[in-house]
């Protein structure tokens, strides 16, 4: 009898294994999980298929969409019916019209080519509405009801009590404020965003945050206290001590909506009703820190009980809503927690706390000391080489955070600043400093980390993560170019070289479409784009008061879209951003005499090496590239972008004038640039560079520009010469070209100027210049002198597109079709990358063992891959064990040195001896 059961068993789990459908997961509305507060009138939908089977397709989905998990089977308000499509990112909502603060959930499931039944559907996901429409803000703006002490500006304390008269079933709170707020609600924190509303261009877009605030709420009597700061509404900012650029008062809404278990609801708004003071924060600055007075913090005044007899009223302001947009982007939250690694005497006998990593955020730290004792923290990136703090570079940001105790223990931390610092100057301390009560805190927009990229070369690694590192201290709500002296602005040019990259590290699809509203906002009417955005500089008139645009940096309208749509497959962003693209187009159309952009401002290639020092090591006195030749290149860079998406949105006028346009570019590129052997009027690595990334030459002329580029570099003994517009093309144009062997030497060069001489003199982030910090460890011109940009971290784009080879085919953009090329060289016997994209993880690993190359690639379901594996034939190689044709895979294509394959999803394990 046990026979026949034992049979039985085991083919019914064989028939789970062979017909096991597809599990459908990791749903995202809008690329983000379960977002509460979007306004978006048709949210996008997203899936992922998981499966252990190779070669998965979707063949069909069905989606719906109801306002109750629960009863998604029978009470949904939208069902997609089966639609016959492999789309599985981006799908649109298309149900009725939705309604402001309504939470809806979604389920989906799919069929897929291995099956004829559709999968189970998957496990709810949600989203909830903001408030949708300007119409929907019942709010009054309020302000403090007492005369603010103008010197330091202490933040305003705004509070009110109410009533929850009956049970409470859900209450959700939409906020915004002129300058910084955090609130809380009966004592505890509202959600664990900092720095909201975040930095916007403020008089087009201010955000506002909504948040689930039903657990917060208690029967009977509430109380909500709201904190208010400057910030970058009205503090001190760019670095010509402008402050009140957006307003001079501080201003607070916010709008609290009940709905009690009856179905009866309540909304609780900001209203005259409100009270106002201030408490222990004195003051507080973007640049210059924090100061904070412990015995002037009034215990329990965001409780119901507080008595706030003596507390002033409010005014209200008219200021309106029509510039409200709900959040859109990922909030800025806690990240990375580090204790010190070291607590340093300095020669000057200051005690210095070594958080061995340079990071933006803040120390928050433990204390015990009598009332009125004094605590300063100051944050720095570097200590001079005798082993001081190094503050020169900060300019004139004080970056300091300041407390007057009150006596007993305390635990403390700033709310309305950052700093950009590895090393913190502790003063005041009585005691020995235990280094377990201070920890610095990481603080940036809450992007989901998407990539993984690791070698056998410990310096490449730790280049690697020095630009996530980069990454992280400078997306911080706006991409900014650094993070801790008077500057810290949304500089598009750094933006522009290093999105792409970007884009590999973490997911930044929604971060850079939320700041990109802001370029299109703060356009020029003549379709230049400002320096920074939000623009803080024209009013300065730092760049005089006309209009223009630059080269590299003006073009992050028109470059960032498009590498958001190579790295996401999302449309939507093109066609939102594509008017101000086609406008900023236009601008240099207009400015451009007879093809060529070379009038007015360039920064040109920016920080590109210069000898100052007359260094034997190099021939030549600098690496200077021509301005306007390099104009010209991004010229015809932005020209065929326009071109490209012009095409994929069907304007096809539009795309048919780019392309000729094109042409004339070029064409006038080489009648005012280049001789008629090639060479060009600048003799430099740039030059060469951006001429054979853009097509800039005649085919012919193309092998010989390659010559003198890759002379250029031997003249330098392997070392770059780019600035911030070469150094991103600098190694993709030498594997293009078939020298990827220079690549790597310039990849692994460690003297200055290259990527690893940071590294090597101890850099755990990018710097601003090759030689921020110079060999005998002394600094670059301090005015200038960052130790967290990450513009030269664009190199990443090259490490995974070539090193490990993790490519999107443009034409399947956001990995729906990849391209596979792993590169191995320079002495490297491993590299390994991947990447979570929208269907699933990518990954491509290689390993270089006693003559035997093994290439693991795995393909996430729905989406297809060629694979160029490295191997002088077909028949070196063998996948799995197998050779490719017995594990069902043909040969697509050669290319000298790879044999080119085609797959569907799966993990593929490739294994050659001769390449
Ligand atoms: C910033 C840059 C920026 C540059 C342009 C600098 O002050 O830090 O990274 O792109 O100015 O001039």
């Known amino acids: 009898m046990k026979r026949p059961l034992i049979l039985l068993a085991f083919f019914q789990l064989v028939t789970i294994w062979t017909f096991a459908q597809v599990t459908v997961q990791k749903l995202l509305t809008e690329n983000r999980v379960d977002p509460i507060g979007i306004d978006v009138p048709m949210p996008r939908l997203s899936w992922q298929l998981a499966s252990a089977k190779q070669n998965v397709r979707q063949t069909a989905y069905e989606v719906r969409v109801g306002t109750d998990a629960a009863s998604l089977a029978k009470g949904a308000i939208w069902q997609s019916g089966r639609v016959s499509s492999g789309q599985s990112v981006h799908v649109s909502y298309a149900g009725p019209g939705l309604q402001p603060g309504q939470r809806y959930s979604w389920q989906v499931r799919v069929w897929d080519n291995t099956t004829t039944k559709p999968s189970a559907w998957s496990s709810p996901a949600h989203w909830q509405t903001g408030l949708l429409t300007a119409a929907n803000w019942k709010a009054n703006w309020i302000q403090p009801g007492f005369a603010e002490d103008t010197i330091n500006q202490p933040s305003p304390m705004l509070r009110k009590v109410f009533t929850a008269t009956k ?235 300041t407390y007057l105790l009150k006596g007993g223990a305390e635990t403390l931390e700033p709310h309305f600043t950052f700093f950009g610092f590895r090393y913190v100057r502790v003063e005041g301390l009585t005691g020995p400093v235990n280094p377990a009560d201070f920890t610095a805190i990481a603080l940036y927009s809450d992007m989901p980390k998407t990539g993984e990229f690791t070698t056998s070369n410990a310096l ?308 601003e210049r090759w030689d921020s910090m110079k060999p005998d460890s002394t600094f670059q011109s301090p005015s200038m002198t960052s130790f967290n940009h990450y513009a030269y971290g664009a190199v990443g784009d090259w490490m995974y597109r070539t090193i490990t080879g993790i490519d999107t085919d443009e034409a399947g953009p956001g990995y729906q079709h990849s391209i596979i090329k792993p590169q191995p060289g320079g002495k490297l016997t491993s590299a390994s990358a991947s990447l979570q994209t929208y269907y699933g993880l990518l990954r491509s690993a290689w390993k270089n063992e006693a003559g035997k190359l093994t290439l693991t690639v795995e393909v996430p379901a729905n989406t297809t891959a060629t694979i160029y594996v490295p191997a002088k034939n077909a028949d070196v190689v063998q996948v799995g064990g197998r050779s490719l044709a017995a594990a069902g895979l043909t040969v697509t294509g050669n290319e000298p040195g790879y044999v080119i394959t085609k797959t569907g999803s799966g993990i593929y394990t490739f294994t050659t001896t001769e390449r």
């Open 167 to 401: 049970k409470v079933k859900s209450a959700t709170l939409f906020m915004t404020a002129h300058g910084l707020y955090e609130a809380q609600i009966n004592g505890k924190r509202v959600g664990d965003a900092f720095l909201t509303p975040g930095w916007t261009s403020y008089n087009s877009h201010l955000q506002y945050q909504t948040y689930d605030v039903t657990d917060l709420l208690m029967p009977g009597q509430n109380a909500i206290g709201v904190t208010l700061a400057s910030g970058w509404y009205r503090g001190r900012l760019a670095w010509q001590n402008q402050r009140n650029i957006y307003g001079k008062d501080l201003a607070l809404l916010g709008q609290l909506a009940i709905t009690y278990t009856d179905g009866s609801t309540e909304i609780i708004l900001t209203d005259e009703s409100w009270k106002s003071a201030t408490g222990a924060v004195r003051m507080s600055e973007i640049y210059d820190g924090e100061l904070s007075d412990s015995r002037l913090a009034q215990p329990g005044w965001e409780m119901a009980g507080f008595a706030d007899g003596n507390w002033s009223g409010v005014i209200t302001k008219p200021f309106g809503y029509t510039n409200l947009v709900a959040a859109y982007n990922e909030p800025i939250r806690k990240h990375e927690a580090r204790q010190p690694v070291k607590v340093l005497t300095t020669p000057k006998g200051e005690t210095v706390l070594d958080f061995g990593q340079n990071l933006v955020g803040w120390v928050k730290f433990r204390i015990t000391g009598k009332a009125g004792d004094k605590v300063v923290l100051s944050h720095v990136e570097m200590l001079d080489k005798f082993g001081n703090p190094y503050f020169e570079n900060l300019r004139t940001a004080k970056a300091q955070a």
């Open 460 to 767: 490449v690694n730790q280049l690697q993560s020095n630009i996530q590192w980069g990454q992280r201290g400078n997306f911080l709500d706006v991409p900014t170019d650094c993070p801790q002296r008077d500057e810290r602005l949304g500089w598009t040019g750094d933006a522009e070289v290093f999105s792409r990259t970007a884009a590999f590290n973490f997911g930044v699809n929604n971060f850079f479409a939320k700041w990109l509203k802001d370029v299109a906002a703060d356009q020029f009417s003549n379709g230049a784009v400002p320096f920074v955005i939000p623009d803080v500089l024209t009013k300065t008139g730092a760049f005089g008061r006309t209009p223009m645009g630059a080269a590299g940096w003006s073009d992050a309208s028109i470059i960032i879209p498009w590498n958001m749509y190579v790295s996401y497959g999302d449309r939507r962003v093109l066609e939102q951003q594509y008017a101000s693209m086609k406008a900023y187009e236009g601008y240099m159309e207009s400015v451009a005499k007879n093809d060529i952009w070379s009038e007015g401002f360039q920064f040109g290639d920016w920080l590109s090496f210069v000898d100052t020092e007359g260094s034997p090591a190099f021939e030549a006195k600098s690496a200077f590239t021509d301005v306007h030749l390099v104009a010209q290149c991004f010229y015809a860079y932005n020209t065929d972008l326009m071109r490209k998406a012009a095409t994929l949105l069907g304007k096809t006028e539009d795309a048919a004038h780019y392309a000729t346009l094109l042409e004339r570019i070029k064409t006038a590129f080489q009648n005012a640039y280049m001789t008629p052997n090639g060479r060009l009027i600048s003799d430099t690595q740039t030059a060469y560079v951006l001429a054979l990334q853009f097509d800039m030459l005649p085919e012919p002329l193309r092998p010989q520009a390659v010559g003198r580029l890759v002379e250029n570099i031997k003249k330098y003994k392997n070392h770059l010469t780019t600035g911030f517009l070469g150094t991103p093309f600098l190694c993709p144009v030498l594997s293009r070209f078939g020298r990827t062997d220079v690549a790597y030497d310039l990849l692994l060069q460690e003297t200055y100027p290259s990527w690893l001489y940071p590294v090597k003199m101890g850099a755990t982030t990018i710097w």
